[in-house]
């Protein structure tokens, strides 16, 4: 029957396609993460801290459920400016652990967080929150103004009235 030979190689041709997509991605996922481990190399100190930093991250990412890529981005955009703030990389990571489960706890969206990190980094860089930053930041963590103001003893509304004027600093 022509009509079962003409399935046949439509199968075939789709099987075919299939699998090379599958594999197209499967590369693309593998260069990605070779170049994104490139680049938390290129902010820890030696390969053992590397090694370290690449083990917390990816535990953080099993457990908030978050793209390890993520996860790689805050350690990335935000460790040097901790360690300038006298942090250690432990404590840089406990901190991007923070913040991750502050993305996990209020649902935000990977566009809002990527914003987060982008925002918090600048506001680590130059050492205080604008409204705009704070705004980009609470946006992502819509509790940050009350898990803040319970470690201040301040309400939300006070906490981000300080945000918005800018005088909350790093």
Do not use: C, H
């Given at each position: ?9 439509i199968q075939t041709?789709?099987?075919g396609?299939?699998?090379v997509?599958t594999?197209?991605s ?15 190399l290129g902010?820890s ?8 930093v690449?083990?917390?991250?990816l535990?953080?990412?099993n ?21 300038d ?5 432990e ?8 913040l ?12 809002k ?5 982008r ?26 103004a009350?898990?803040?103001?319970k470690t201040f ?15 909350i600093?790093?």
């Amino acid at each position: 029957d022509k009509s079962g030979f003409k399935l046949s190689k439509i199968q075939t041709a789709l099987v075919g396609l299939a699998t090379v997509t599958t594999a197209s991605s499967i590369a693309k996922m593998a260069d990605d993460y070779r170049a994104m481990s490139e680049r938390v190399l290129g902010a820890s100190e030696s390969l053992e801290e590397f090694n370290l930093v690449q083990a917390r991250l990816l535990e953080s990412a099993n457990k908030t459920f978050r793209p390890l890529a993520e996860a790689q981005e805050l350690f990335i955009a935000t460790s040097g400016n901790l360690r300038d703030y006298g942090f250690s990389v432990e404590e840089a990571l406990d901190i991007t652990d923070s913040l991750s489960y502050g993305f996990v706890r209020n649902a935000a969206s990977s566009d809002k967080a990527a914003t987060a990190i982008r925002n918090y980094d600048a506001v680590l860089s130059t050492g205080k929150v604008n409204a705009n930053q704070w705004l980009a930041i609470s946006s992502a963590v819509d509790t940050l103004a009350i898990d803040m103001g319970k470690t201040f003893n301040l309400t939300a509304r006070e906490i981000d009235a300080l945000g918005f004027s800018g005088q909350i600093t790093a």
